[in-house]
């Protein structure tokens, strides 16, 4: 098993910074990539950002150029940096481990971190 802790959530107006962080916990040398989720009211949950056990990222399209993903192996732990922040990037933004399966993969979830960016 795998435990997820974040933080760094809170309230800025737009325009501004936040960095959540994610420490983890539990099995986590099973882990491969992880990443960041958030779900806005009444919507679904959408994938953020992703950074592979190699480093290799990818992104939400409209938080490209804003946001940086980036962990610390030794630390067990995975950053979002949100930079030039907006109302649109409102929500609860969950960390996401996950461990290959022979079946496909497990995934592990934090309990989520509110973050409103008011206008």
């Known amino acids: 098993q795998v435990q997820l802790v974040e933080s760094g959530g809170g309230l800025v107006q737009t325009g501004g910074s936040l960095r959540l962080s994610c420490a983890a916990s539990?099995?986590?040398?099973?882990?491969?990539?992880m990443a960041w989720y958030r779900q806005a009211p009444g919507k679904q949950r959408e994938v953020v950002a992703v950074?592979?056990?190699?480093?290799?990222?990818t992104y939400l399209d409209s938080v490209k150029g804003r946001f940086t993903i980036s962990r610390d192996n030794a630390k067990n732990e995975v950053h979002l940096q949100m930079n030039s922040l907006k109302p649109e990037d409102t929500g609860v933004y969950y960390c996401?481990?996950?461990?290959?399966?022979?079946?496909?993969?497990?995934?592990?979830w934090g309990q989520g971190t509110q973050v409103t960016v008011s206008s």
């Open positions: 950074i592979s056990s190699g480093d290799t990222t």
């Open positions: 539990g099995s986590t040398f099973s882990i491969n990539a």
């Open positions: 996401n481990a996950r461990r290959p399966t022979d079946w496909g993969r497990d995934d592990y």
